[in-house]
């Protein structure tokens, strides 16, 4: 696929629960929406953005509180910031592509809003109602708060990094370029300050009702991503109807960010074979 004219881009701000949410769009055609994961911001999705726009209406935004966003003091919840960004765009129809936290939104948005959903790639993707931690992740959790508590910032957000970024590997065998723009994302988006302000939750929440999805649904998962999320791609990918389950080698929780040729290649495929 050919790569945009960056001049060709567009950005703004959709005012959303008294937040402002920074948004990119580019190209013409079927509207694909790029949702970011928690350990980022919507640049993440650079090795996608510009390539899919040669053939898709392409957006991508910054989650309140990341990246240019603006968060509120206010209740939220980041679905119904999705929400109004489609709606700020004129965008009745969308596929989603949402990583981590933000395939969770994807998830929550194809729940509350089917008819505006083609097609849903969730990566590496949390659900909303899921919390079945096992006791190793609930002691990594306990030492990341503790420290976190005690006002050792820079060593909490180095045992985060290492989680989402290398995953079960040794960094050692981690991609340097890759590891080193990963920890430049991370970098620049960490603060303990959201955990105060959790969002709202959908009543009732995902977790029983992936069942529901009718749309077609592809979900990647990262083999060295954590064992949690591993065994939830799977259920997402059992429960969801006729779900297609990739795993990708080699690959932690960003892997459009790690591997994009691959990515691009398994993205674009999906959604030509369903002509979104």
């Known amino acids: 696929m050919a790569v945009a ?19 990119e769009s580019a190209g013409s055609g079927p509207a694909l929406l790029f949702i970011h994961a928690g350990v980022a911001d919507c640049r993440m999705w650079d090795p996608q953005f510009e390539t899919f726009a040669d053939r898709f209406r392409v957006v991508r935004y910054d989650h309140r509180g990341f990246g240019k966003s603006e968060t509120s003091e206010g209740a939220y919840a980041l679905r119904r910031d999705l929400h109004n960004v489609l709606d700020h765009l004129g965008i009745d129809n969308a596929a989603l592509v949402g990583c981590s ?54 060593r909490a957000r180095e045992m ?61 998962i990262g083999d060295s991503d954590t064992p949690e999320l591993v065994r939830l791609a799977d259920r997402i990918a059992k429960e969801v109807p006729s779900a297609r389950h990739v795993t990708l080698k080699n690959a932690a929780h960003l892997p459009s960010l790690e591997h994009p040729e691959e990515f691009n290649r398994l993205l674009y495929d999906f959604l030509k074979d369903r002509e979104v």
């Open 101 to 154: 936290m933000g395939g969770a939104t994807a998830i929550d948005y194809t729940l509350e809003h089917p008819e505006r959903v083609s097609a849903l790639v969730p990566v590496g993707s949390g659900v909303s109602g899921w919390s079945e931690w096992t006791d190793e992740a609930i002691r990594y959790w306990t030492k990341f708060m503790k420290l976190a508590k005690s006002g050792a910032v820079d």
């Open 160 to 220: 985060e990094a290492h989680l989402w970024i290398d995953g079960t590997r040794d960094p050692a065998n981690v991609v340097p370029s890759y590891r080193k723009r990963a920890l430049e994302l991370h970098r620049d988006n960490f603060t303990l300050d959201r955990l105060q302000h959790p969002e709202e939750e959908m009543k009732p929440p995902a977790i029983g009702r992936l069942g529901e999805i009718e749309c077609p649904t592809m979900v990647l």
């Open 5 to 23: 004219n960056s001049s060709a881009i567009t950005s703004g701000y959709v005012a959303s629960d008294g937040a402002k949410i920074y948004f």
